[in-house]
């Protein structure tokens, strides 16, 4: 039984290893992570969260194109989107699906889904969810968005109803790049993300 015990405890080390190296969800005030990497656009581009800034900040998304959740979610993302660049604020979305890149979430499909969508602003490749594990991001669609300083503002989800456009009570994310822009704090910060889990290869 000891030896058991004592052969497993490597492993059970290595999955405690493997679940720390994604961090807790950035705090409110946190500064932006990982702001020059550059990551590949839909257009073929190299695209960095530096780039994307505009002058009253940046809206930066966690999305995919195969969540049921995300396609609820598809028209208000396009709005929001709309908003925040009227506001001049960035607005850059980040695949993370390590895991289906073979099954809905490859680059070819992002293309394909991003031209149907009718995108005009930066869909990236979350290469090894490497910003989703920097950002403690769990969901698609899961937003934080960042002020002209690079500290965040808001974050969690879009609005407060994931099912219906048209019962929505609250749009959170609105209300907070208004707030942002016209210079009051945040009336609410945080709210909860609800979607699809983001499918990481560990």
């Known amino acids: 039984m000891k030896k058991i015990l004592m052969a497993a405890l490597p492993v059970a080390a290595i999955a405690f290893m493997a679940f720390k190296s994604i961090s807790d969800p950035l705090t ?17 581009k190299e695209v960095s969260f530096k780039d994307a ?4 900040g940046l809206l930066v998304m966690f999305s995919c194109n195969t969540c049921p959740v995300v396609k609820k979610y598809q028209s208000r993302t396009l709005d929001a989107a709309k908003l925040a660049a009227g506001k001049n ?4 979305l980040l695949n993370p699906n390590e895991a289906t890149r073979t ?13 149907e969508q009718g995108y005009d602003f930066n869909y990236v490749v979350d290469n090894n969810s490497a910003m989703a594990d920097a950002f403690g991001a769990t969901r698609t669609p899961e937003v934080f968005l960042f ?3 690079n500290k965040l503002v808001y974050h969690g989800a879009i609005d407060d109803n ?7 009570g609250r749009k959170h994310l609105d209300i907070a790049i208004n707030e942002l822009v016209t ?3 945040i009336e609410t910060p945080t709210t909860k993300s609800v ?8």
């Open 147 to 149: 002020d002209k300083n």
């Open 103 to 115: 099954a809905g979430d490859s680059y070819e499909d992002m293309q394909s889904y991003a031209k």
């Open 28 to 44: 409110i005030g946190s500064t932006l992570p990982s702001a020059e990497t550059k990551m590949k656009d839909i257009t073929g």
């Open 183 to 185: 210079g009051k704090s």
């Open 195 to 202: 979607g699809c889990t983001i499918k990481r290869t560990k």
């Open 162 to 168: 994931p099912n219906a456009a048209d019962q929505v």
């Open 89 to 92: 604020i960035g607005v850059i």
């Open 53 to 56: 800034m505009k002058k009253n």
